[in-house]
């Protein structure tokens, strides 16, 4: 049982180069969430998907698309990259929504953007 | 708007000693309450949290917490730090709509 697995762990892009962030879960959990950890902002929420084929805006989604065509997969695709997207993301995964059920986490990819 | 905020960015403790992290909410109900950790190289992981009740909640790795509603505050305590405690951590809530909000993080770090 892995949990959440992301890939790669670090990436540097040039400005305007497109990428997808890859996220995976073998717990067959229904929600996934992409988060962005600035320094010293903690995460914010990108997008979240509550089951295959249904995703939703988060609270910073603007540069980034997301697809959920399975329920184990949801990968982040950042089209143009800018250096704002300069970030660590965190991919997660929770049974059901709400405070009762706990997110969690994947390891992080490291994204610069030059 | 709901808010998280963690004041301090940066604490170093000797190792044995107690420790103790701040967190303060904004938010007018009962809010929900957690504590995560980020050790490195590693994914957030849960702690502890905090819906209703008994006010002092423990957690994993020896750590607990403190809800007091006169405060708005959840600090994190823990008695005796070990160098394996250095780490992120992380203070969230839940907002009104069902997201969780994070704080800014502390950073721990433990001299020997």
């Known amino acids: 049982n892995a949990g959440v697995t992301q890939t790669p762990k670090f990436r540097i892009l040039k400005i305007g180069q497109s990428m997808t962030l890859q996220c995976t879960q073998d717990?067959?959990?229904?929600?996934m969430y992409w988060y962005r950890q600035d320094p010293g902002m903690g995460l914010k929420l990108i997008y979240y998907s509550v089951g295959a084929g249904i995703t939703d805006k988060g609270e910073v989604p603007n540069g980034y698309n997301v697809s959920r065509s399975t329920t184990e997969d949801f990968p982040l695709r950042l089209e143009l990259a800018a250096p704002s997207q300069t970030s660590v993301y965190f991919c997660?995964?929770?049974?059901?929504?709400?405070?009762?059920?706990?997110?969690?986490f994947g390891p992080g990819t490291r994204l610069t953007v030059l | 708007a709901q808010s998280v905020t963690q004041p301090d960015i940066h604490i170093t403790v000797s190792e044995g000693a107690s420790l103790e992290l701040r967190c303060n909410y904004s938010?007018?109900?009962?809010?929900?309450l957690f504590w995560y950790v980020q050790s490195p190289g590693q994914g957030l992981q849960l702690l502890l949290k905090y819906f209703s009740g008994d006010t002092l909640v423990q957690g994993i790795k020896g750590f607990e917490a403190e809800f007091k509603r006169s405060q708005s505050s959840f600090n994190l305590r823990k008695p005796s730090v070990h160098w394996s405690d250095a780490a992120e951590y992380f203070c969230a809530a839940y907002n009104q709509g069902g997201k969780l909000i994070f704080g800014q993080g502390t950073e721990l770090s433990v001299k020997p």
């Open positions: 938010y007018g109900a009962t809010p929900y």
């Open positions: 717990m067959n959990h229904n929600y």
């Open positions: 997660a995964s929770s049974p059901a929504g709400g405070p009762n059920n706990e997110q969690f």
